[in-house]
């Protein structure tokens, strides 16, 4: 059993809350627009951190997150990218590696818009976890956490943040 952290466009910035919200994870996992190597740094002192680049993020997150990851957690088959749309909407490139990857697990950010959808066509579950940095167009910055055990994903909790008091 794994407890996974998720957020996605910090845009350099890291929510307080996120050091005890993330505590008792195992892993936090960032779905692009970092920010800058700083904001990684600051969540990968928290726990382990396993991310994508998105598209604000410049050379310097670009050489240490790759675009994608496809990768196994406990026996759940997870595939991470930016910008990936949701059910019904994906964008083609997320579409193109949905089909080839497989995954159980589909993440996404981008749209600073926090969904959990069930697609019951490619047989998996997509989180876009929203934005938890204080730029964007967002008035409440939202973080994830979730169980995964065994083949499960359950006890999803949602944290939510008004965007102001927000940094390091």
């Not at 993020?57 to 670009?62: A, H, K, M, N, V």
């Amino acid at each position: 059993m794994k407890k996974i952290g998720l957020l996605s466009d910090t845009h350099g910035h890291v929510p307080k809350k996120a050091y005890e919200f993330f505590a008792g994870c195992d892993e936090i996992w960032h779905a692009g627009d970092i920010g800058n190597l700083e904001t990684a740094k600051a969540l990968a002192g928290i726990k382990p951190l396993k991310a994508v680049y998105g598209n604000i993020d410049g050379q310097e997150i670009r050489a240490f997150y790759p675009l994608y990851q496809e990768f196994m957690c406990e026996g759940v088959k997870v595939f991470m990218i930016h910008i990936g749309g949701y059910p019904g909407r994906y964008s083609p490139e997320a579409k193109l590696l949905i089909k080839e990857i497989k995954p159980r697990l589909f993440i996404s950010g981008h749209s600073h818009i926090l969904k959990v959808i069930n697609d019951k066509k490619n047989n998996l579950l997509h989180i876009n976890p929203g934005a938890a940095g204080k730029y964007g167009m967002h008035t409440i910055a939202t973080m994830i956490r979730f169980v995964i055990d065994g083949e499960d994903i359950r006890d999803l909790e949602i944290q939510e943040l008004p965007k102001t008091g927000m940094i390091i």
